[in-house]
Nanobody, 115 residues
Framework: QVQLVESGGGLVQAGGSRRLSCKSS????????MNWYRQAPGKQRELVAR???????DYADSVKGRFTISRENVKNSVDLQMNSLKPEDTAVYSC?????????WGQGTQVTVSS
């Protein structure tokens, strides 16, 4: 079983930055990838960014060039640096992993971007 705990959400003005962190209860090397998703009110959950064990990253088109996902192997955590935030980035951000064939989710952290 995997516990995921996110932190770093809050209120930020448009154009500002925010850094989210997701701490895993298991070693990152036990996980094929760690993912950040978000869900805005009335919208479907979308994959924002992913980083694999090998360090390969992938981003949604809407955040490319603004968001950066990074692994902190010693801390068993994955960070999401969000720059140039827009009101449309407002959402609950959750981290996700697949471990031994099961999906695990954190509790989510709210990011609100004011215009």
């Amino acid at each position: 079983q995997v516990q995921l705990v996110e932190s770093g959400g809050g209120l930020v003005q448009a154009g500002g930055s925010r850094r989210l962190s997701c701490k895993s209860s298991v070693s990152l090397f036990s996980l094929s990838a760690m993912n950040w998703y978000r869900q805005a009110p009335g919208k479907q959950r979308e994959l924002v960014a992913r980083v694999t064990t090998g360090g390969t990253t992938d981003y949604a088109d809407s955040v490319k060039g603004r968001f950066t996902i990074s692994r902190e192997n010693v801390k068993n955590s994955v960070d999401l640096q969000m720059n140039s935030l827009k009101p449309e980035d407002t959402a609950v951000y959750s981290c996700n992993v697949v471990f031994v064939g099961k999906n695990y989710w954190g509790q989510g952290t709210q990011v609100t971007v004011s215009s």
